[in-house]
């Protein structure tokens, strides 16, 4: 299959995918390297890596003794890029997006400030389940009237840091006592009457990002001006 | 999650603890944290002296808000 092929995504994992080019012209190169692989397998060889055996990467890690400790290859690698000598990377880096940066406020007085956490404080009991790694879902929760994230109404789900002192007070994740404060002496107009919370341990990048999207689209709807996010 | 927040138009800023790793991903308006664990308190000081510390950040978060960036700014 091309890379881009959504069935790469679906099935990787579980059977060798041959990379292609993304037209019928390429079929002669493709076949020969479909061959390749199958002779091999049918001939019971185990299948090296990827890019020595010319299929897609499934995602599998296989442990291997290397020659040379990886502090050494790493410094190495350093050198190279110093010197501005080629090298290659061990692990490839993803590619991160940019977006521009949204106009400020202009008017913080009369501004409605929401706030948003990756931290994991949810209402205590974590009604919505809330997984504490690869969160599937994120919890949108009323503050309305309420003053302070105290200990007896909300704790942390998230799974990848000591959770003794966000739980002793959820106010140092998610700042609801101080905001409140900063609310009444007019900092700023309001503090949107919800929060919206995830728990940003090992989530993958799209739920992040459709987590965002929906949170952004709520908050814009409801005429937000400015969100302040928190992260552990 | 702040990059997605942040493409419908409404300014976003990030407290978080490990700012290289809000910068590779892009966010653009950042207020470091205390630590992981606390990022807006320290269970060292006092509960009145943790609020001193979350208002001090919290007053940089409303600052980078409301200050006109063309990249990705840091506010210590």
Known sequence: ????????????????????????????????????????????????????????????????????????????????????????????????????????????????????????????????????????????????????????????????????????????????DVLREMEKEGEFKKLYDYFFTTVGNGTPVANAKKFGSEIGARLKKDGVDAVILTST | MVKAIESTGIAVVHICTIVPISQTVGANRIVPAVAIPYPLGDPSKSREEEKVIRRGILEKALEALKTPIREQTVFN
């Open chain 1, 1 to 176: 299959m091309y890379p881009e092929n959504p069935g790469v995504d679906m099935y990787r994992k579980g059977i060798y995918i041959v990379e292609t080019s993304d037209s019928a012209r390429g079929i002669k190169d493709a076949v020969p390297a479909m061959a390749k692989l199958i002779m091999k397998s049918l001939r019971g060889e185990l299948l090296g890596s990827p890019a020595d055996e010319g299929y897609i990467e499934r995602g599998v890690r296989v442990n291997r003794f290397n020659d040379r400790i990886g502090a050494a290859r790493a410094v190495d690698m350093l050198v190279k890029k110093l010197k501005g000598e080629e090298f290659r990377t061990e692990y490839p880096m993803p590619v991160f997006d940019r977006v521009p940066p949204a106009e400020p406020i202009k008017d913080m007085k009369n501004a409605v400030i929401a706030l948003v956490t990756s931290g994991g404080i949810v209402p205590k009991g974590n009604p919505d389940h809330i997984e504490a790694s690869s969160a599937s879902k994120y919890g949108t929760y009323s503050i309305a009237g309420v003053q302070s994230a105290d200990e007896v109404a909300y704790a942390t789900a998230h799974g990848g840091y000591d959770p003794t002192y966000a739980n002793t007070d959820p106010n140092r994740v998610l700042p609801i």
